[in-house]
């Protein structure tokens, strides 16, 4: 049997290649959009790709799987739990297989059993590994989606959270109490591979170690190791963080199908007049690292820089109705395009050089940074406004006195909030966050800002006050 695992740490996704090499057949686990990482691995070693299949409708990058059918004419293997809400609406153009609880399918002499494990979405299924091909009649490991993650579990709340159905959350997690009873019961040797690993949003605790066993997860666990329902559900609901906003779009896309990649050219700006023409429905979308766009950046732009937490960021301050024009060297445009194709965002309908970006001064801005004993001077001053731009447990955990709470990824929904008239500090836990959030608001047109430099870390380094 052949196994090789993918991580994509913009998405802190893991996707597998399984394949059979007495019969050169393989199937494709949790694939992500762009598939050529697979086509590569899979031509290396001499197998072709004939399937893929998904453990769950996912919420937070763009499946590949429909990309596979077209591509590869692979047939899918797909889950038929849950109710009428939970069902895939692309089947009639694709090769596919349902699957129930109990169900089995084989990719050459490798078997995949198919467990039920609802919770975190309602249709999530497993598929437990037996290599036949070796003559084994014992299970190898569980490709556990977003059931169990090493060292934590799935989040059952986003359904309620992300895409607004009332009273999923508790309901989900009731459910993942006791389908965890049917992991518990595997052999302990069997290993353990998750959809994702630290970094995600689907869980709250994830390990950054990318293999588990059983054995290993029911001693360390903390979800595995709670024996009381009640104590479970409110120690699985509480401390989830917010999720992103693109993950209500990316389910609907998912079960729709989404959209096949779009690789053709894009268009580069050859002057600052090109991308003054572009209208307000257009996100100028800057890459550059925050200290380059904190010293002179194109009015109106936004900067995300192009680090692992693009995606994250670009998804819940970008619109799939907006179209995208890239201030970004030419070098990162490949690179860039596929993070935002990784959760749906393919309006990108041009790209201009930095340099070029910044030729006309009279369409320049920039904003300042402040540190913690400035700002300590400064928050009795009226003319000054602080906004934190944490997440919400960061914000119970301790703030400084006088804070407006708006996290990051709600700001541009939430500027009718801010007090007008005022000089704007922004605030997170380092200064990354809001360096994010100072372009918001001057893209906005709130320009008189400045970073707070080390963010909350530096100012409890320092023993200043805070409040709980």
Sequence with gaps: MFFRSFFDENLAHMSYLVGCQRTG????????????LYKETAEKEGLEIIAATETHIHADFVSGSREAAKQLGATLYLSDEGDENWKYQYLDEVNYVLLKDGSTF???LVEFQVMHTPGHTPESISFVLTDKGSGSTKPMGIFSGDFVFVGDIGRPDLLEKAAGVKGTASL?????FHFLKKFKSLPDYLQVWPAHGAGSACGKALGAVPVSTVGYEKLNNWALKIEDEEEFVTTLLTGQPEPPAYFAMMKKVNKLGPDYLND???KTLSSVEELERFSSETVILDTRSAKDF????????INIPFDKSITNWAGWLIGYDQNIVLITPEKDLDSIRKALASIGLDKIVARVEPAIALEDTSNLENYREIDVHQLQKLLNDDQYHLIDVRNQSEWDDGRIESAQHIMLGTLKNRLNEIPAGKKYIVQCRSGARSAIA????QANGLHDVYNLKGGY??????????LK
């Design 438 to 441: 100072a372009s918001i608001l």
């Design 457 to 466: 870390i530096a100012w409890k380094k320092e023993n200043l006050p805070i």
């Design 25 to 36: 057949e393989a199937i494709i686990i949790d694939p992500a959009r762009n598939l050529q």
């Design 294 to 301: 904190a010293a002179s950046h194109f009015k109106g732009a």
């Design 264 to 266: 053709g050219p894009i």
């Design 172 to 176: 989900g997690a009731r459910q993942m």
């Design 106 to 108: 084989t990719i050459g």
